[in-house]
Protein backbone atom coordinates (compact mmCIF):
# COMPACT_ATOMS: atom_id res chain seq x y z
CA UNK A 1 0.00 0.00 0.00
CA UNK A 2 1.23 3.63 -1.06
CA UNK A 3 0.54 5.99 2.01
CA UNK A 4 0.60 9.45 1.39
CA UNK A 5 3.63 11.65 2.66
CA UNK A 6 2.29 14.09 4.32
CA UNK A 7 4.63 15.88 6.64
CA UNK A 8 8.73 15.31 6.25
CA UNK A 9 10.62 14.90 9.48
CA UNK A 10 13.90 15.30 7.81
CA UNK A 11 15.49 18.48 8.92
CA UNK A 12 13.51 19.79 11.46
CA UNK A 13 14.20 20.16 15.17
CA UNK A 14 11.31 18.00 16.78
CA UNK A 15 10.67 18.36 20.38
CA UNK A 16 9.44 15.24 21.90
CA UNK A 17 7.56 16.37 25.46
CA UNK A 18 7.67 13.97 28.10
CA UNK A 19 11.06 11.89 26.99
CA UNK A 20 11.59 10.91 30.29
CA UNK A 21 8.27 8.64 30.47
CA UNK A 22 8.07 5.34 28.69
CA UNK A 23 6.10 6.78 25.48
CA UNK A 24 8.15 9.70 25.44
CA UNK A 25 11.40 7.91 26.14
CA UNK A 26 10.02 5.39 23.24
CA UNK A 27 9.41 7.86 20.32
CA UNK A 28 12.57 9.68 21.24
CA UNK A 29 14.30 6.11 20.60
CA UNK A 30 12.05 5.68 17.49
CA UNK A 31 13.31 9.05 15.83
CA UNK A 32 16.43 8.07 15.77
CA UNK A 33 16.60 6.56 13.30
CA UNK A 34 15.20 9.77 11.69
CA UNK A 35 16.60 12.39 9.59
CA UNK A 36 16.26 15.14 12.26
CA UNK A 37 17.36 16.98 15.41
CA UNK A 38 15.60 15.72 18.74
CA UNK A 39 14.67 18.45 21.20
CA UNK A 40 14.28 17.39 25.02
CA UNK A 41 13.48 19.81 28.44
CA UNK A 42 14.86 18.49 31.34
CA UNK A 43 12.46 18.77 34.45
CA UNK A 44 14.98 21.11 36.34
CA UNK A 45 15.00 23.23 32.73
CA UNK A 46 11.11 23.76 32.03
CA UNK A 47 7.76 22.88 34.69
CA UNK A 48 5.62 22.47 31.68
CA UNK A 49 2.80 23.12 34.73
CA UNK A 50 4.22 26.70 33.93
CA UNK A 51 3.26 28.90 31.32
CA UNK A 52 5.77 31.24 31.79
CA UNK A 53 8.41 28.56 31.29
CA UNK A 54 6.68 26.87 28.50
CA UNK A 55 6.73 29.88 26.60
CA UNK A 56 10.25 31.08 27.39
CA UNK A 57 11.35 27.49 26.13
CA UNK A 58 10.16 27.10 22.73
CA UNK A 59 10.60 30.69 21.96
CA UNK A 60 14.52 29.80 22.62
CA UNK A 61 14.29 26.44 20.95
CA UNK A 62 11.64 26.86 18.02
CA UNK A 63 11.11 23.13 17.51
CA UNK A 64 9.66 22.52 13.96
CA UNK A 65 7.35 19.72 15.30
CA UNK A 66 6.42 18.70 18.87
CA UNK A 67 4.95 14.92 20.00
CA UNK A 68 3.15 15.73 23.60
CA UNK A 69 3.63 12.17 25.61
CA UNK A 70 3.99 14.85 28.48
CA UNK A 71 1.42 13.88 30.89
CA UNK A 72 0.66 12.77 34.95
CA UNK A 73 -0.47 9.32 34.16
CA UNK A 74 -0.92 6.32 36.51
CA UNK A 75 -2.99 3.36 37.00
CA UNK A 76 -6.56 2.50 38.59
CA UNK A 77 -5.55 3.68 41.98
CA UNK A 78 -3.58 6.72 41.04
CA UNK A 79 -6.33 8.42 38.81
CA UNK A 80 -8.88 7.34 41.79
CA UNK A 81 -7.20 8.74 44.61
CA UNK A 82 -5.03 11.63 43.28
CA UNK A 83 -8.23 13.22 41.12
CA UNK A 84 -6.70 16.94 40.92
CA UNK A 85 -3.04 16.18 40.24
CA UNK A 86 -4.12 14.01 37.27
CA UNK A 87 -7.27 16.65 35.94
CA UNK A 88 -4.99 20.10 36.71
CA UNK A 89 -1.11 18.56 36.15
CA UNK A 90 -2.60 17.54 32.25
CA UNK A 91 -5.00 20.03 31.34
CA UNK A 92 -1.79 23.02 32.45
CA UNK A 93 0.39 20.99 30.73
CA UNK A 94 -1.54 20.19 27.20
CA UNK A 95 -2.97 23.96 27.43
CA UNK A 96 0.66 25.54 27.70
CA UNK A 97 2.73 23.36 25.12
CA UNK A 98 -0.64 23.77 22.37
CA UNK A 99 -0.54 27.61 22.49
CA UNK A 100 2.93 27.94 23.38
CA UNK A 101 3.22 25.78 19.72
CA UNK A 102 0.52 28.09 17.95
CA UNK A 103 2.73 31.32 19.39
CA UNK A 104 6.35 29.98 18.00
CA UNK A 105 5.07 28.70 14.44
CA UNK A 106 4.93 24.77 15.62
CA UNK A 107 4.43 23.35 12.23
CA UNK A 108 2.94 20.16 13.08
CA UNK A 109 2.37 18.75 16.87
CA UNK A 110 0.72 15.38 17.97
CA UNK A 111 -1.10 14.96 21.19
CA UNK A 112 -1.62 11.54 22.85
CA UNK A 113 -4.45 10.82 24.58
CA UNK A 114 -5.83 7.43 26.06
CA UNK A 115 -8.84 5.22 25.59
CA UNK A 116 -10.06 6.06 28.53
CA UNK A 117 -11.48 9.45 27.04
CA UNK A 118 -14.58 7.05 25.71
CA UNK A 119 -17.68 6.36 27.77
CA UNK A 120 -17.47 3.27 30.38
CA UNK A 121 -19.72 1.18 28.78
CA UNK A 122 -19.43 1.87 25.34
CA UNK A 123 -20.38 -0.61 22.60
CA UNK A 124 -16.65 -2.67 21.38
CA UNK A 125 -14.69 -2.23 20.00
CA UNK A 126 -14.71 1.00 20.28
CA UNK A 127 -14.81 3.40 17.32
CA UNK A 128 -13.54 6.92 17.34
CA UNK A 129 -16.81 8.50 16.85
CA UNK A 130 -18.06 7.50 20.32
CA UNK A 131 -16.58 9.78 22.05
CA UNK A 132 -19.28 11.95 24.42
CA UNK A 133 -21.76 9.75 23.94
CA UNK A 134 -22.34 8.20 27.59
CA UNK A 135 -20.85 8.49 30.84
CA UNK A 136 -16.94 8.05 31.51
CA UNK A 137 -15.36 5.77 33.40
CA UNK A 138 -15.55 7.08 37.52
CA UNK A 139 -12.23 6.28 38.95
CA UNK A 140 -10.62 7.89 35.61
CA UNK A 141 -12.85 10.78 34.96
CA UNK A 142 -10.41 13.36 35.94
CA UNK A 143 -7.64 12.44 33.60
CA UNK A 144 -10.91 11.06 31.13
CA UNK A 145 -11.67 14.92 30.89
CA UNK A 146 -8.20 16.16 31.09
CA UNK A 147 -7.60 14.47 27.87
CA UNK A 148 -11.09 15.39 26.20
CA UNK A 149 -10.15 18.80 27.06
CA UNK A 150 -6.89 18.34 25.10
CA UNK A 151 -8.80 16.90 21.96
CA UNK A 152 -10.81 20.11 21.65
CA UNK A 153 -8.22 22.45 22.14
CA UNK A 154 -6.15 20.71 19.43
CA UNK A 155 -9.51 20.98 17.29
CA UNK A 156 -10.01 24.20 18.13
CA UNK A 157 -6.30 25.47 17.30
CA UNK A 158 -7.09 23.73 14.09
CA UNK A 159 -10.37 25.60 13.13
CA UNK A 160 -9.74 29.27 14.29
CA UNK A 161 -5.99 29.24 13.42
CA UNK A 162 -4.73 26.49 10.59
CA UNK A 163 -2.99 24.31 13.22
CA UNK A 164 -1.63 20.69 11.65
CA UNK A 165 -2.07 19.89 15.40
CA UNK A 166 -3.15 16.18 15.64
CA UNK A 167 -4.63 13.74 17.81
CA UNK A 168 -3.75 9.95 18.73
CA UNK A 169 -5.52 7.80 20.99
CA UNK A 170 -3.47 4.90 22.52
CA UNK A 171 -4.42 2.13 24.52
CA UNK A 172 -3.19 0.61 27.02
CA UNK A 173 0.40 0.51 27.41
CA UNK A 174 3.40 -1.00 28.80
CA UNK A 175 6.92 -0.70 27.35
CA UNK A 176 11.06 -0.35 28.25
CA UNK A 177 11.07 2.47 31.23
CA UNK A 178 7.76 1.71 32.80
CA UNK A 179 6.72 3.22 36.59
CA UNK A 180 7.06 -0.27 38.83
CA UNK A 181 5.44 1.62 41.72
CA UNK A 182 2.92 -0.48 43.09
CA UNK A 183 0.71 2.32 44.13
CA UNK A 184 0.64 4.40 40.89
CA UNK A 185 1.79 1.46 38.45
CA UNK A 186 -0.36 0.17 35.58
CA UNK A 187 -1.60 -3.33 35.83
CA UNK A 188 1.47 -4.58 33.21
CA UNK A 189 4.48 -3.32 35.25
CA UNK A 190 2.28 -4.45 38.36
CA UNK A 191 2.46 -8.18 37.55
CA UNK A 192 5.79 -8.17 36.66
CA UNK A 193 6.46 -6.77 40.05
CA UNK A 194 4.21 -9.09 42.10
CA UNK A 195 5.17 -11.84 40.24
CA UNK A 196 8.58 -11.72 40.03
CA UNK A 197 8.65 -11.36 43.84
CA UNK A 198 6.43 -13.69 44.63
CA UNK A 199 9.19 -16.27 42.83
CA UNK A 200 11.88 -15.30 44.44
CA UNK A 201 10.25 -15.27 48.08
CA UNK A 202 8.82 -18.83 46.48
CA UNK A 203 5.17 -17.46 47.67
CA UNK A 204 2.36 -19.42 47.21
CA UNK A 205 0.67 -16.87 45.19
CA UNK A 206 0.52 -13.61 43.94
CA UNK A 207 -2.41 -10.53 44.57
CA UNK A 208 -4.13 -9.34 41.42
CA UNK A 209 -6.49 -6.19 42.00
CA UNK A 210 -10.23 -6.89 41.35
CA UNK A 211 -12.20 -10.10 39.50
CA UNK A 212 -9.90 -10.34 36.56
CA UNK A 213 -12.36 -10.09 34.49
CA UNK A 214 -12.14 -7.09 33.29
CA UNK A 215 -10.31 -6.90 29.58
CA UNK A 216 -8.23 -5.00 28.41
CA UNK A 217 -5.82 -4.31 25.48
CA UNK A 218 -2.41 -3.82 25.79
CA UNK A 219 0.06 -2.22 23.23
CA UNK A 220 3.97 -2.53 23.69
CA UNK A 221 5.36 1.04 23.71
CA UNK A 222 7.83 1.00 20.65
CA UNK A 223 4.91 -0.13 18.67
CA UNK A 224 2.86 3.34 19.92
CA UNK A 225 5.79 5.40 19.21
CA UNK A 226 6.29 3.76 16.03
CA UNK A 227 2.64 4.44 15.21
CA UNK A 228 2.79 8.31 16.23
CA UNK A 229 5.89 8.74 14.27
CA UNK A 230 3.55 7.01 11.55
CA UNK A 231 0.57 9.38 11.79
CA UNK A 232 2.88 12.61 12.22
CA UNK A 233 4.25 11.91 8.91
CA UNK A 234 1.17 10.44 6.91
CA UNK A 235 -1.78 11.76 8.72
CA UNK A 236 -3.20 15.31 8.86
CA UNK A 237 -7.12 15.86 9.88
CA UNK A 238 -9.03 16.96 12.72
CA UNK A 239 -10.49 13.59 13.71
CA UNK A 240 -8.53 11.37 16.46
CA UNK A 241 -6.93 8.36 15.59
CA UNK A 242 -7.14 5.04 18.27
CA UNK A 243 -3.87 3.25 18.08
CA UNK A 244 -3.72 -0.36 19.71
CA UNK A 245 -3.73 -3.98 18.60
CA UNK A 246 -7.22 -4.70 18.34
CA UNK A 247 -7.06 -7.47 20.42
CA UNK A 248 -8.04 -7.84 24.17
CA UNK A 249 -7.13 -10.33 27.32
CA UNK A 250 -8.77 -10.79 30.42
CA UNK A 251 -6.37 -9.22 33.49
CA UNK A 252 -6.62 -13.08 34.59
CA UNK A 253 -5.41 -14.08 31.12
CA UNK A 254 -2.55 -11.04 31.75
CA UNK A 255 -1.92 -12.32 34.85
CA UNK A 256 -1.31 -16.02 33.41
CA UNK A 257 1.12 -14.77 31.13
CA UNK A 258 3.21 -12.66 33.14
CA UNK A 259 3.30 -15.62 35.03
CA UNK A 260 4.23 -17.91 32.47
CA UNK A 261 6.93 -15.37 31.03
CA UNK A 262 8.63 -15.52 34.83
CA UNK A 263 8.29 -18.91 34.97
CA UNK A 264 6.17 -18.43 38.48
CA UNK A 265 3.75 -21.32 39.36
CA UNK A 266 1.98 -20.62 42.51
CA UNK A 267 -1.85 -19.17 42.10
CA UNK A 268 -3.64 -15.77 41.67
CA UNK A 269 -5.36 -14.28 44.48
CA UNK A 270 -7.91 -12.28 43.50
CA UNK A 271 -8.62 -8.78 45.93
CA UNK A 272 -12.09 -8.05 45.49
CA UNK A 273 -11.87 -5.04 47.65
CA UNK A 274 -9.53 -3.48 44.55
CA UNK A 275 -11.47 -1.53 42.07
CA UNK A 276 -12.17 -3.26 38.32
CA UNK A 277 -12.58 -0.23 36.55
CA UNK A 278 -14.02 -0.16 33.08
CA UNK A 279 -15.44 -3.44 31.90
CA UNK A 280 -14.22 -3.69 28.78
CA UNK A 281 -11.91 -1.24 26.32
CA UNK A 282 -11.39 -2.69 23.40
CA UNK A 283 -10.00 -0.01 20.21
CA UNK A 284 -11.54 -0.37 16.84
CA UNK A 285 -7.87 0.17 14.73
CA UNK A 286 -9.71 0.13 11.51
CA UNK A 287 -9.24 3.90 10.75
CA UNK A 288 -4.67 3.74 11.65
CA UNK A 289 -5.21 -0.10 9.35
CA UNK A 290 -6.42 1.47 6.68
CA UNK A 291 -3.71 4.40 6.30
CA UNK A 292 -1.25 1.05 6.76
CA UNK A 293 -0.50 0.48 10.00
CA UNK A 294 -0.89 -2.43 12.76
CA UNK A 295 1.28 -3.31 15.58
CA UNK A 296 4.40 -5.77 15.28
CA UNK A 297 4.55 -7.02 18.84
CA UNK A 298 2.57 -9.51 20.35
CA UNK A 299 1.43 -9.67 23.93
CA UNK A 300 3.81 -12.34 25.33
CA UNK A 301 6.96 -11.04 23.16
CA UNK A 302 6.20 -7.42 24.51
CA UNK A 303 6.19 -9.05 28.11
CA UNK A 304 9.24 -10.78 27.84
CA UNK A 305 10.82 -7.51 26.67
CA UNK A 306 9.57 -5.80 29.63
CA UNK A 307 10.65 -8.20 31.87
CA UNK A 308 14.12 -8.19 30.39
CA UNK A 309 14.56 -4.77 30.86
CA UNK A 310 12.85 -4.74 34.48
CA UNK A 311 15.64 -7.46 35.65
CA UNK A 312 18.61 -5.39 33.89
CA UNK A 313 17.55 -1.85 35.53
CA UNK A 314 14.81 -2.50 38.09
CA UNK A 315 15.25 -5.35 40.51
CA UNK A 316 17.06 -6.43 43.42
CA UNK A 317 18.10 -9.67 42.41
O1 LIG B 1 -3.65 -0.82 34.39
P1 LIG B 1 -4.76 -0.33 35.23
O2 LIG B 1 -4.39 0.36 36.50
O3 LIG B 1 -5.59 0.60 34.31
O4 LIG B 1 -5.70 -1.55 35.68
P2 LIG B 1 -7.06 0.88 33.78
C1 LIG B 1 -6.26 -2.44 34.76
C2 LIG B 1 -6.99 -3.54 35.49
O5 LIG B 1 -6.03 -4.37 36.15
C3 LIG B 1 -8.00 -3.11 36.58
C4 LIG B 1 -6.43 -4.63 37.48
O6 LIG B 1 -9.13 -3.95 36.50
C5 LIG B 1 -7.22 -3.37 37.85
O7 LIG B 1 -8.04 -3.61 38.99
N1 LIG B 1 -5.26 -4.92 38.31
C6 LIG B 1 -5.00 -6.11 38.89
C7 LIG B 1 -4.29 -4.06 38.68
N2 LIG B 1 -3.91 -6.04 39.64
C8 LIG B 1 -3.43 -4.77 39.53
C9 LIG B 1 -2.30 -4.11 40.09
O8 LIG B 1 -1.53 -4.65 40.86
N3 LIG B 1 -2.12 -2.81 39.71
C10 LIG B 1 -2.97 -2.16 38.86
N4 LIG B 1 -2.73 -0.89 38.52
N5 LIG B 1 -4.07 -2.76 38.34
C11 LIG B 1 -6.05 3.25 33.74
C12 LIG B 1 -6.60 4.62 33.94
O9 LIG B 1 -7.13 2.43 33.88
O10 LIG B 1 -5.53 3.04 32.44
C13 LIG B 1 -5.76 5.65 33.34
O11 LIG B 1 -6.92 4.79 35.29
C14 LIG B 1 -5.28 5.34 31.94
O12 LIG B 1 -6.42 6.86 33.38
C15 LIG B 1 -4.70 3.96 31.87
O13 LIG B 1 -6.32 5.49 31.02
C16 LIG B 1 -4.30 3.56 30.48
O14 LIG B 1 -7.11 0.40 32.37
O15 LIG B 1 -8.15 0.34 34.64
Same mark, same amino acid.
Given at each position: ?27 ? $? ?6 ? !? @?????? $? ?18 ? #? ?41 ? !? +? ?19 ? $??? =? ?18 ? +? ?13 ? =? ?17 ? #?????? @? ?21 ? +? ?9 ? $? ?12 ? #? ?6 ? !??? @? ?21 ? %? ?5 ? %?? =? ?28 ? #?????
Amino acid at each position: MTVPHVYSLSGKRVWVAGHRGMVGSAIV $DRLRSEDC !E @ILTAGR $DEVDLRRQAEVEAWMAKTRP #HAVFVAAARVGGIMANNTRPAEFIYDNLAIEANIVDASWRNGV !E +KLLFLGSSCIYPRLAPQPMTE $DVL =LTGPLEPTNQWYAVAKIAGI +KLCQAYRRQYGCDFI =LAMPTNLYGYRDNYDLTSS #HVAPAM @IAKVHAAKLAGAPSVEVWGSGAP +KREFLFAADAA $DAMVFLMRHYSGEE #HVNVGTGT !EVT @IRELAETVCRVIGYQGRLAFDSS %KPDGAPR %KL =LDVGRLADMGWVAQTGLEEGLRLAYDWYLA #HETPR
